[in-house]
């Protein structure tokens, strides 16, 4: 029987919210997405100089990995040449058909021929259901299932054992390749060092791949390239493994080899750290996410008629049914309710749409909203996809329902917060900011406009949620500095020259930040961001068919069971924004300026709980405050 890992806080001390809880950590294996080959080095990941003069590459596979310096050059030279991804290109540059194809879904494929070369270097290879720590024990199960998964980790698994056989490796068959192929799709992660696409994919040993799932984790981890992880090398690790179901700390010989023996493997390979973004007691399991936190789990007849999301995504791609605190709590979380439910059952919680007609209503309206984005993305047609979004959310909205006698049997009362709302939101958001771009001079401020609102109302429909959930707080901070960013675009970003930011309370470290601190400067957001809405909301929102029925973008206060648990006292501090000079505005710009500057210091505030001071997400927000 495989005996199932986790991560726990260290049995010396208590970790407040907002801490590192390891040092960087160096990945076994890991690879730029075929799209960055050219344009980043790839054993640091950095971005090469626009001359490509002054760039290196492979001197065997030419042109196919490039490198910013003889040192990263040299540094890469055993993984890239002895795994067989050198070899890899060179059969790939050979072939008259199918190459484009074969290199732009190689990524996962080459982190394989990396890991199997770091795993056979370290005599990782020894145990059947693990390689160097990593879970492979249901190889078997997942090939017996067949499907895409098994039909491609067959076929790659196949393409390496030939690659390694022209390397003169033993030929054992393809059973080892597979093995570290569904390693790689079990424990892989996309790096992300900044804004924009993943660049590339990693895979990072037990002191990471133990971090278990959670839908309410405690901790979120972000990527450090090289010289930007030098100076936190000291970082001690606070938290440590132990068996599932028991306290007592295990740390086992093979563990200690892997922080030596990746530091000499992947020498300036990007390091994840993981930081804590609530308080975690001592012995407490710590988890982080493997899946979008915004998305609904599987419960009620609603999921019997329509695709699962959250549940469906952890079993496709990890094999468990995710059993955390958030998925098994009855009666269920208040986010995962508001996130499925007919507004019209928001003050009956324990009504469940057990009615065949709204079912189908609802299978309804997801197959619209999900085919209006899908042309989009398609078709490149941002008006249609406006007109038919609008529609749609305007016919079936929570708030025109509360003006009409009674909708009918087999259709579905949507919420602001609704997950399919939100999915609306993110769409028109960006449908609309691309018309405002392609527009004529007349329509471009009034596209922009609406544009803004919808940013708006995703943000802060996503902090109503936030509030409740905090470990929404990574994707509520994106939210927030996307929509100040977006209105700051649509004033003129010279506004803020008008502005004496009193920000003192951000000068303060967020690490070791106390709970209580945390809630109140949350609480207090609202109350500044409600009253702000007043005077610019309606301004946001004229001639739009869906916005103007939203009275508020934060204020859904219909709903009495949220109103009578949502009951946190509000802490005066002092606003963001203590002083203007803005005679030149009229009293709706004042109020959006305002607006923008709550939005990118909260988001900055957030950003920073999550990822730490220094990440890219707080520097873009001091950038585009500093203007």
Not at 329 to 338: H, R
Not at 600 to 609: D, E, K, N, P, V
Request: glycine share 4%; hydrophobic share 35%; with cysteine.
């Amino acid at each position: 029987m495989v005996m199932e890992m986790a991560m726990r806080a260290r049995d010396d001390i208590d970790i407040p919210m907002s801490q590192d809880l390891t040092p960087p950590i160096p990945p076994l294996a890991a690879s730029l997405h075929c799209s960055f080959l050219a344009s980043h080095c790839s054993s640091c990941f950095h971005p090469l100089q626009s001359n490509p003069n002054c760039s290196l590459s492979c001197p065997n596979c030419t042109g196919s990995v490039n490198y910013c310096s003889p040192v990263c050059l040299a540094s890469d030279s055993a993984p890239h040449t002895s795994s067989g991804e050198c070899q890899y290109f060179l059969k790939m540059k050979n072939l008259q058909s199918g190459s484009d194809h074969l290199i732009h879904d190689s990524t996962d494929l080459r982190v394989a021929l990396r890991l199997l070369h770091f795993c056979q270097r370290n005599g990782l290879v020894q145990f059947s259901d693990r390689l160097g720590g990593l879970l492979v024990g249901d190889l078997e199960e997942v090939l017996g299932e067949g499907g895409e998964l098994a039909e491609r980790i067959k076929d790659d698994a196949l393409l390496m054992s030939s690659i390694r056989s022209d390397q003169q490796q033993p030929v054992r068959g393809a059973q080892l390749e597979m093995m570290v192929l569904l390693a790689v799709l079990r424990n892989s992660v996309e790096v992300q060092v900044g804004e924009g696409w993943s660049i590339g994919v990693a895979v990072y040993g037990p002191h990471f791949s133990w971090f278990n799932h959670s839908c309410s984790p405690n901790a979120f981890y972000r990527f450090q390239l090289y010289e930007c992880s030098a100076s936190c090398e000291s970082t001690g690790f606070l938290v440590v493994p132990s068996p599932m179901g028991e306290t007592t700390n295990m740390i086992e010989g093979s563990d200690k080899r892997e922080s030596t023996t990746t530091q000499e493997h992947c020498v300036f390979s990007p390091r994840v750290v993981l930081r804590s973004i609530k308080p975690i007691n001592k012995g407490e399991e710590v988890c982080i996410t493997y899946t979008d936190l915004l998305q609904p789990k599987s419960d009620g007849i609603i999921f019997s008629v329509v695709q699962d999301i959250r549940h469906l995504d952890l079993w496709s791609k990890y094999r468990f049914t995710c059993q955390c605190s958030r998925c098994t709590e009855s009666p269920q979380s208040y986010v995962d309710y508001i996130l499925t439910c007919d507004s019209r059952t928001l003050n009956s919680r324990n009504s469940i749409i057990t009615s065949t007609g709204k079912a189908s209503g609802y299978k309804q309206l997801s197959d619209a909203v999900q085919e209006a984005i899908e042309e989009y993305a398609s078709f490149d047609n941002p008006k249609l996809c406006c007109d038919k979004l609008e529609t749609i959310l305007s016919q079936n909205s929570f708030m025109n329902s509360l003006h009409v006698s009674e909708l009918a049997e087999d259709q579905f009362s949507v919420h602001p917060l609704h997950h399919l709302s939100l999915m609306a939101y993110t769409t028109l958001a960006s449908a609309y900011k691309w018309r405002s771009q392609i527009s004529d001079n007349k329509q471009l401020f009034n596209l922009s406009r609406i544009s803004v609102a919808y940013f708006t109302l995703l943000c802060l429909s996503t902090y109503r949620l936030f509030l409740w959930e905090p470990s929404l707080m990574a994707s509520t901070s994106h939210f927030l500095l996307s929509a100040g960013e977006a209105m700051l675009d649509l004033l003129g970003n010279n506004k803020l020259e008008h502005f004496i930011l009193s920000n003192s309370q951000f000068h303060v470290s967020v690490d070791s930040l106390p709970w209580v601190e945390f809630q109140s400067t949350n609480i207090h957001f609202v109350k500044c961001v409600s009253e702000l809405l007043l005077q610019c909301w309606p301004f946001l929102v004229q001639n739009s068919l869906y916005l103007e029925i939203v009275k508020s973008p934060i204020d859904f206060s219909c709903d009495d069971f949220e109103n009578n648990q949502l009951g946190v006292s509000l802490i005066k501090q002092e606003c963001f924004v203590c002083e203007s000079n803005l005679e030149k505005f009229d009293k709706e710009q004042e109020c959006l300026c305002k607006l923008a500057v709550h939005c990118l210091m909260h988001g900055m505030y957030l950003a920073s709980i999550c990822y730490g001071s220094n990440c890219h997400l707080a520097d873009k927000a001091k950038d585009l405050l500093n203007c």
